[in-house]
Each structure stands twice: as C-alpha cells, then as structure tokens.
T-cell receptor, first 116, second 113 residues
Framework: KAGVTQTPRYLIKTRGQQVTLSCSPI?????VSWYQQTPGQGLQFLFE???????NKGNFPGRFSGRQFSNSRSEMNVSTLELGDSALYLC???????????????FGPGTRLTVL | KQEVTQIPAALSVPEGENLVLNCSFT??????LQWFRQDPGKGLTSLLL?????REQTSGRLNASLDKSSGRSTLYIAASQPGDSATYLC????????????FGRGTSLIVHP
C-alpha cells in the first residue's frame, strides 16, 4: 500500500513569488492536514481538509491557503513568499471514516522549501 | 492555548539501556495523544496513538502511557538499539473543543553501540 506522497521534494523560490505544493494521501484516506516545520518554531499545524472543505485552521496568515480535490488529493499554496517561509512542509492523511477523528495520522516525506 | 513540553530535549545513551521520554501538556481536554519518530530531514512515522479513554498502548519494545488528569505521557523504550536514534515527537489533538494538533519540540535521541 503506497504511503503519503508529496511533490516536489525540494523547491527554491525567491521572495515575492508564490508556490504550490501537492500531496496525495493514502488510498481511502479522506482527511489531509498540512504542517510547517522550522528549527525556530518546531512543527506547526496549518490546516486540515476533509471532503474538499477546510475543517480546521491553524494560526497562519492568509498567504497560506489550500484546497482538496474530489479524489482527496490536496494542494497548498503560499503567496508573496517571505524569507521566513523557508521550512519543511509536511502533509499527513487519516482515514476519518464516519467522522472518526481518533485514528492514526500518516505523514509524507515533506517538501523542503527554500526562499532566497 | 495548548502547550506541549518534552523532556529531555536531548539524550545520548549506550545500546541496551531502557529509556523514558516525557511529554506534558497544559490542557487535559484532548481527544488523543500520538508519539512519532522523525529521522533527519524526513517525515514523521507514527509509533503509538493513545485515545483519551485509554491509559496505555504497546508496540514491540515501545510502551506509551497517558495520564490526562495530570497532563502527562511517557514513552518507554526497552533495550534501546542504534536504530532507535531519531527525534521523538509527542502531539496532542483537541483543546477547547477543536481538533487542532499541538506538537512538542521533541527529544533528540542518540543510541551509540
């Protein structure tokens, strides 16, 4: 069974640009969450999508947005990149059948974003 | 606001030792707690998930306990091996009625032969 996949794995952008990251969850998983990991702030929750709807949102500015497609694949977009957006962006998926939120979350390998 | 603290921040031990990693959280209104390991530059691997109604979970050499009332969890690693070297992260889901996860900063573990 394939795990969570993220593309691209590495990305270099310059300040002011925008970027889109992609995540394919494990087959049958309906919930997709995004996280930002930096040495300074650790691992922080960005948002969660379920059935193409944003269900939860962390404390990040509106420059960070996402969406989920009908096949549960998800994309995350960051507009007007800042130097501080350099981080490892992780995607995770859960089955979440019938609204069960107590199941295990599985993480992808991450996308390493460097903003110059 | 939920806060998660992990102690110690770093640990270096010889192979074969039994280890205890600690995780504490400030708001006991959680849905569940999950322990992960992260290898350098990689994603997280789930180790154990403890639901709020449970007291402990075991998988192989790993045992995790949860005491919601005191806001604490411990991860016990028996007979440590060099392959256990990684950063161990604790995360809690749910606080104040929401289902937003909060992660600790992790314990960096080195097991030397």
């Amino acid at each position: 069974k394939a795990g969570v996949t993220q593309t691209p794995r590495y990305l270099i952008k310059t300040r002011g640009q925008q970027v889109t990251l992609s995540c394919s969850p494990i087959s049958g998983h309906r919930s997709v969450s995004w996280y930002q990991q930096t040495p300074g702030q650790g691992l922080q929750f960005l948002f969660e999508y379920f059935s193409e709807t944003q269900r939860n949102k962390g404390n990040f500015p509106g420059r960070f947005s996402g969406r989920q497609f009908s096949n549960s694949r998800s994309e995350m977009n960051v507009s007007t990149l800042e130097l501080g957006d350099s981080a490892l962006y992780l995607c995770a998926s859960r089955k979440d059948r019938g609204g069960d939120r107590t199941d295990t979350q599985y993480f992808g390998p991450g996308t390493r974003l460097t903003v110059l | 606001k939920q806060e998660v603290t992990q102690i110690p921040a770093a640990l270096s031990v010889p192979e074969g030792e039994n280890l205890v990693l600690n995780c504490s959280f400030t708001d006991s209104a959680i849905y569940n707690l999950q322990w992960f390991r992260q290898d350098p530059g990689k994603g997280l691997t789930s180790l154990l998930l403890i639901q709020s109604s449970q007291r402990e979970q075991t998988s192989g050499r790993l045992n995790a306990s949860l005491d919601k009332s005191s806001g604490r969890s411990t991860l016990y690693i028996a007979a440590s091996q060099p392959g256990d070297s990684a950063t161990y992260l604790c995360a809690v889901w749910g606080s104040g009625g929401s289902y937003i996860p909060t992660f600790g900063r992790g314990t960096s573990l080195i097991v030397h032969p």
